[in-house]
């Protein structure tokens, strides 16, 4: 969603830099391969990912390190330090990920990480639901029908939406014309049927039957 343009800035990490300039728990910001990255410390293991929040291009150095994660300054998305991945909305994507090595003294980014796919199926377990509905088709039912496919869910899944329209972004910058239109979609159709997600648009619950296990629409459906 970042439509941001981040000039480079600080030391370029592949050619190194001295592991006595980083405090334990601090990040610095440099740049690799043409990117903007951030290079965090914990303990003696330096961790490297992009600094460019991939929701709307906030600088990650200037957010709060917790354990292995990094959290955005300004709408408080969450990425994994270890691997570039987005944890918490509203960030969707990952964020760059570098294998960082160290020699005599000296921290050097190398090469990318590749990113792994979705995590494999969970086994089943007694209380699993055979099926999930998420009612509401805006960022945060879109984040949670995402998140549950990448931890492992392989049940059926469908997202109710109100709207005509796919899962978009409420964007201050679209509402005052800074921001294309074709930047507010959150994900595309097609990204829907890739990760079997039954998004039903023009579906507006009016009830929910905890008894039966339905959700009930107003032209008289249930799912």
């Known amino acids: 969603m970042s439509e941001v343009k981040t000039e480079l800035s600080g030391p370029d990490l592949i050619q190194g830099v001295a ?3 980083i405090a334990d728990g601090a990040m610095l910001l440099g740049h690799a391969h043409g990117e903007p990255a951030l290079l965090a410390r914990r303990g003696d293991e330096l961790l490297a990912i992009g600094n460019s929040c991939t929701h709307y291009g906030a600088p990650l150095n200037e957010g709060l390190v917790v354990e292995e994660t990094v959290r955005c300054p300004w709408h408080h998305a969450c990425f994994s330090l270890r691997t570039g991945a987005a944890l918490r909305a509203p960030a969707l994507n990952p964020v760059s990920c570098w294998r960082v090595e160290q020699r005599d003294g000296t ?12 995590r494999a199926p969970l086994p089943a377990a007694t209380g699993m639901p055979g099926s999930i509905v998420i009612v509401g088709g805006g ?3 879109n984040a949670a029908a995402e998140m549950l ?4 869910y392989v049940g059926s899944l469908t997202l109710l939406s109100a709207d005509e329209s ?6 201050k910058g679209y509402l005052a014309g800074t921001a294309p239109a074709g930047s507010n979609p959150l994900r595309s ?11 039903k648009l023009r579906a507006r619950v009016t009830k929910i039957d905890p008894a039966s296990r339905h959700v009930e629409l107003a032209d008289g459906k249930s799912v």
């Open 166 to 171: 796919i899962p978009s972004n409420l964007s």
């Open 107 to 118: 921290v050097y980014v190398r090469e990318k990480i590749e990113r792994i796919g979705r």
């Open 19 to 21: 592991l006595s300039t």
């Open 139 to 141: 960022a945060a039912g």
């Open 189 to 199: 159709a097609d990204f829907y049927k890739e990760h079997d997600i039954e998004l």
């Open 149 to 152: 496919r990448r931890e492992g």
